[in-house]
């Protein structure tokens, strides 16, 4: 009886694992489509605090939305940014309060970023996604 709901479990596990990652992770999917969003965008990268830079021209960015939160998961060890909001345009999100030095323009195929926090915290990125 125990084996049998050990599998059962696995199995409901498999199911759900591939039904979310079907819905959620289609390289034609737009962020602004869904509740739940995981896409990895290619490009340049870099940040910046002030005492050091990291750039990396094949760099990556996991764009990952909860609900009406992004968060922004980056390649090389780049601190990522978490908990941003965007109002939708159509099929391009522009995060909320967006000025010239905190811009976030994620559509489905591109993400643009200069975001700069406490002054010396810069974060840049322009990526495509295959």
């Not at 084996?3 to 479990?9: A, D, S, T």
């Not at 959620?24 to 869904?34: L, N, R």
């Not at 992004?70 to 941003?84: C, D, M, R, W």
């Amino acid at each position: 009886m125990k084996r049998r709901g050990k599998i059962l479990g696995w199995l409901l596990t498999l199911v759900f694992v591939t039904s979310f990652m079907a819905i959620s992770c289609s390289d034609d999917d737009s962020p602004a489509d869904s509740d739940i969003f995981i896409g990895r965008y290619n490009g340049t990268v870099s940040y910046s605090n002030g005492e050091s830079t990291t750039q990396d021209e094949n760099g990556w960015v996991e764009v990952v939305k909860v609900g009406n939160n992004y968060n922004f998961l980056f390649s090389n060890g780049i601190p990522e940014i978490t908990g941003v909001e965007f109002e939708s345009d159509g099929e391009t999100l522009i995060n909320i309060g967006a000025t010239e030095f905190q811009y976030i323009r994620v559509t489905a195929g591109t993400l643009q970023i200069l975001y700069t926090e406490n002054v010396n915290d810069v974060w840049t990125a322009n990526c495509t996604r295959n």
